[in-house]
């Protein structure tokens, strides 16, 4: 008998149902298939319809099924019965959980409402959570962006309408040269590795610019390991280079930019303010004419190089700047860590690929001045960033620096450049300022925030006071857009400006990994007054896992898993849009919750109900939405435009129309998503691209077409100077009168970074990363992901390596001005000499996330945050310093100094805290 070759299945049954719904394991927001297998998860797979990752998924999406699983997940609402900190809670139910937050919250409401401070961490409902603190009437609202890359997202809004990430991305499918600086590796993953296969597929470059080369940096074809806190002086070197070799886009910068508007250069309150004619249009010099007119005028030609009563043109101070010998290669190099040569070698790259390569589309389209072009000529350069080159203390600048860069060659928004993603381009103006106008029983005067044009937007009190807890919008961060959430514990335990009652805090693990001084603020969490009271008397926290934040709170709201609540990934927010279409998305429950846990937005929902906030009630007190999914539907923000813009009306309009009941089901039978694509004549330009005016308009993303010059000189900026140099009522106090001055220089600068003044005592750059399998705090406690990274060494370039004597094995002790820790290192040579670094929220603390209390992330694994500090030190003036950029108030978590020496090891890392008892029960183990 012949052998018989075995029947195997290899493609056995996985489930009996597949699901259509939208990933939360990190930020992408990819569309992800889940199947099921007798109503339980058995499987995820990635959607290949979906128009943010086609089908890609990664090793986080995947796992996303174990975070359902996690032993860490909340069972139930929770009192503290317990000292806080101590862990220990009762179970109570969420009638009597929502009456104790709303026996809380109402009497604030009616005599005090900034005594609530409302933080939300990384989720993705910041325009429903802003909403409802608005019509609770508190000032104090904010979510993560403070301490992530608000220096990024402002930088950009206020330079040229958008930033990278979530506001724009590269032309993948023409960009021949692609430059990245400080890329977070867990943010926009399967984007961008699509993205750089297909660079690479075509032979394009990809450079690296970051101390640290792994992951992106890991495959590029060059690499630069800058100095840290030194890119933006890198940058206006090879600004300064273009400039010499003439390798600049002139036709695009008069055209497109305010180079060509005249400034102010008589003394004055005007000085520094750009020329405008008696109905606020920005003039410029007609060269057919030579006489002044505004910006806008059909068929004018604006002249980069002229002069009118004085007054030259952006573009001369411009030139005059950076084509300064302070910037030459020669004069940056021993500081960015970059030879000369590499950086002239560079500056050669960019030239070559835009003016030598450029991407020609025969695509006709006409401009904001009426002017019809045959084609669409673009500069196949793209740049990306994140908050590597963000969380400095000169950040803001760096950011404006690399926007300056990639306008001043004609790569934003052409071909084979930079491109905006819609909502976006929107001129600054479009956006709304900041408000703190509160009263008690009312909602507050408009957004939270914003962004400021001057002095007269800052967020204070008749008497100069900061009206916000966490100083945002005051002369010492006056152009913060997102908040300083890492100052809100510290200000709140300092009474600082005032006393806050209760702190609403949503996913923000701000006892461990979201906090500079982490010790300091578990302390501050705990610390009591004169009278045995708590000084932040109660707390508030919702959360779907047992976080360290968790045994700090007096109330817990538990929140689902993603994969069962409805949530909004909208326009009105932060949106899955591509560059060329507009998309939004939901989640639905794909199962529901075996155990009492509730959608954090369908609470907040249910709050605004019991309190009856406007918004959430009718005129005669009754509830307008049942839940966050009767929200999403049958919310407008203005008539006919609402969190969704698929199948509004009778499902038949897009952006557009009345309410539909029927629009979620919709949404679930596309895949969770819906899609608006730009038309061709639309697709580039679209801050001056009419035909793209008039689509964002039917869209219902502008109201009315809004075309704009970029910002490259910025006058809110100049209005802060000249404040600081004694111009209009509102003057900042005398200790902070040289640093506006200084630090908010209408064109991009570099200073060195506020860590530095640590000095030789502390001669070492210190750093953490997101891994690329890991996203926030959540991630690292996914069974499948811990596989991958279990701890996190610090990691030694070789000069520190050799210099001490270190082994395989070895441990090291490393001290800043502020702190100390005890860590296992591991050498790196593909790494900035002076520098070192790890990954960021392995490290865990004892009894959180329902591990075992000898976990290797307990006990091997480490945070860097025990050697920040929230404050600088002190001055001797007597002032709380915040360790923050100057201008946004960005937390500067990579401003840190240290210095390393070898130690003998520990029997765990240090500093070590005491375990905490877990609200939820251990974690069954296998058993053989």
Not at 65 to 92: K, N
Not at 346 to 357: C, Q, S
Not at 786 to 795: A, D, K
Request: a negative charge.
């Amino acid at each position: 008998m012949t052998y018989q070759q075995p029947k195997l299945d290899t493609s056995p049954k996985i489930s009996d149902e597949v699901r259509k719904t939208t990933c939360y394991m990190c930020a992408c927001r990819c569309g992800i298939n889940v199947h099921l297998k007798s109503g339980k998860i058995s499987y995820i797979e990635g959607n290949r319809d979906h128009p943010v990752n086609k089908g890609v998924l990664c090793a986080k999406g995947s796992s996303g099924i174990m975070q359902v699983t996690a032993p860490s997940r909340l069972r139930a609402p929770l009192r503290r019965v317990g000292p806080r900190g101590s862990g220990a809670f009762e179970e109570i139910s969420w009638e009597e959980a929502l009456q104790t937050a709303v026996s809380w919250l109402k009497p604030l409401r009616e005599t005090a409402p900034e005594k609530l401070a409302f933080f939300t961490g990384r989720d993705q409902s910041q325009s429903f959570t802003s909403f409802w603190a608005q019509g609770f009437g508190t000032p104090n609202y904010a979510a993560h962006g403070g301490f992530c890359s608000v220096n990024m997202a402002a930088g950009g809004i206020y330079t040229m309408g958008g930033a990278f990430w979530e506001f724009g991305q590269p032309d993948w499918d023409r960009a021949k040269l692609f430059i990245l600086f400080g890329v977070a590796e867990d943010h926009d993953s399967n984007p961008i590795k699509i993205g750089i296969g297909k660079l690479k597929a075509r032979g394009s470059r990809v450079i690296g610019v970051n101390p640290i080369r792994t992951g992106y940096n890991g495959v590029a074809d060059d690499w630069y390991g800058i100095t840290p806190g030194t890119d933006g002086l890198l940058i206006l070197s090879l600004i300064h280079e273009l400039l010499k070799a003439g390798k600049i886009d002139l036709d695009y910068l008069a055209r497109f930019t305010n180079a060509p508007c005249l400034v102010d250069e008589a003394e004055g309150p005007g000085r520094g303010l750009l020329l405008r004619d008696k109905d606020g249009k920005l003039l410029v010099i007609d060269k057919k004419t030579g006489k002044p007119a505004p910006f806008d005028k059909k068929g004018v030609q604006p002249d980069l190089g002229a002069t009118h009563k004085g007054a030259r043109t952006v573009f001369q101070h411009l030139a005059e700047r950076y084509l300064s010998d302070e910037y030459a290669p020669e004069a940056v190099a021993e500081r960015t860590g970059i030879p000369a040569a590499r950086i002239k070698g560079l500056a050669a790259e960019i030239a070559r690929a835009a003016f030598d390569e450029p991407v020609v589309l025969d695509q006709e389209w006409t401009d904001f001045r009426g002017d019809t072009h045959s084609q669409m000529v673009g500069r196949p350069v793209a740049f990306h960033s994140m908050r590597g080159v963000s969380a400095h203390s000169n950040g803001f600048q760096t950011c404006r620096a690399l926007h300056l860069l990639q306008i001043l060659i004609g790569s934003v928004e052409t071909p084979g450049g930079f491109r905006f993603k819609p909502p976006y381009p929107k001129p600054p103006e479009a956006h709304p300022k900041p408000h703190c106008g509160f009263n008690p029983g009312t909602p507050l005067n408009g957004p939270h925030l914003g962004f400021v044009h001057g002095p007269d937007d800052l967020a204070l009190n008749p008497d100069g006071s900061p009206a916000r807890i966490d100083k945002a919008f005051t002369w010492e961060n006056p152009m913060s857009a997102h908040g300083l959430m890492h100052m809100v514990i510290p200000n709140a335990h300092a009474g600082d400006p005032y006393k806050i009652d209760t702190m609403l805090l949503y996913m923000a693990n701000m006892s461990w990994n979201s906090s500079m001084n982490t010790r300091a603020v578990m302390e501050m969490l705990t610390d009591k007054d004169a009278d045995g009271d708590y000084k932040i008397p109660r707390i508030i926290y919702s959360d779907a896992y047992a976080s360290e934040m968790v045994a700090y709170a007096d109330l817990i709201l538990p929140d689902t898993t993603y994969l069962e609540r409805h949530d909004c990934i909208s326009l009105l927010d932060r949106p899955i849009c591509e560059a060329e279409a507009a998309a939004d998305a939901i989640r639905w429950p794909v199962i529901e919750p075996d155990r009492e846990v509730r959608g954090f937005q369908s609470v907040l929902v249910e709050l605004g109900n019991r309190l009856k906030l406007p918004g959430f009630v009718d005129e005669e007190g009754k509830a307008k939405y049942r839940d966050y999914a009767d929200y999403m539907v049958n919310h407008e923000r203005r008539p006919g435009v609402g969190p969704l813009m698929g199948w509004r009306g009778n499902g038949d309009q897009t952006g557009r129309g009345a309410p539909n009941p029927d629009q979620l089901q919709r949404y679930i039978d596309n895949g969770g998503f819906a899609i608006a694509h730009i038309p061709d004549e639309a697709q580039f330009f679209k801050p001056w691209n009419m035909a793209y005016q008039d689509w964002a308009v039917e869209l219902g993303l502008y109201d009315k077409p809004q075309p704009y010059l970029f910002s490259i000189y910025s006058e809110p900026m100049q209005r802060f100077r000249l404040a600081a140099e004694g111009h209009g009522e509102r003057q900042p106090p005398e200790h902070l009168r040289e640093r506006v001055r200084t630090t908010m220089d209408p064109l991009p600068i570099w200073y060195e970074p506020f860590g530095d003044s640590a000095g030789a005592d502390y001669p070492v750059h210190a750093l953490t990363q997101r891994p690329m399998a890991m996203y926030h705090s959540w991630g690292s406690q996914n069974a499948w992901l811990r596989q991958i990274h279990g701890h996190n060494p610090l990691y030694v370039p070789t000069k520190i390596w050799e210099a001490n004597g270190f082994q395989d094995g070895d441990w090291a002790r490393v001290t800043s001005p502020s702190g100390e820790i005890t860590v296992p290192v591991a050498h790196m040579a593909a790494l900035n000499e002076n520098t070192i670094w790890t990954w960021n929220a392995i490290g865990k603390r004892k009894g959180a996330w329902a591990l075992d209390p000898d976990a290797p992330e307990a006990t091997k694994g480490f945070l860097l945050n025990h050697l920040i500090h929230e404050l600088l030190p002190e001055k001797g003036d007597g002032m709380r310093w915040s360790n923050s950029d100057p201008i946004t108030g960005q937390a500067a978590w990579f401003d840190l100094r240290v210095r390393i020496e070898k130690a003998g090891p520990p029997e765990e890392s240090q500093p070590a805290f005491p375990s905490i008892p877990s609200p939820v029960p251990s974690a069954k183990r296998n058993r053989p």
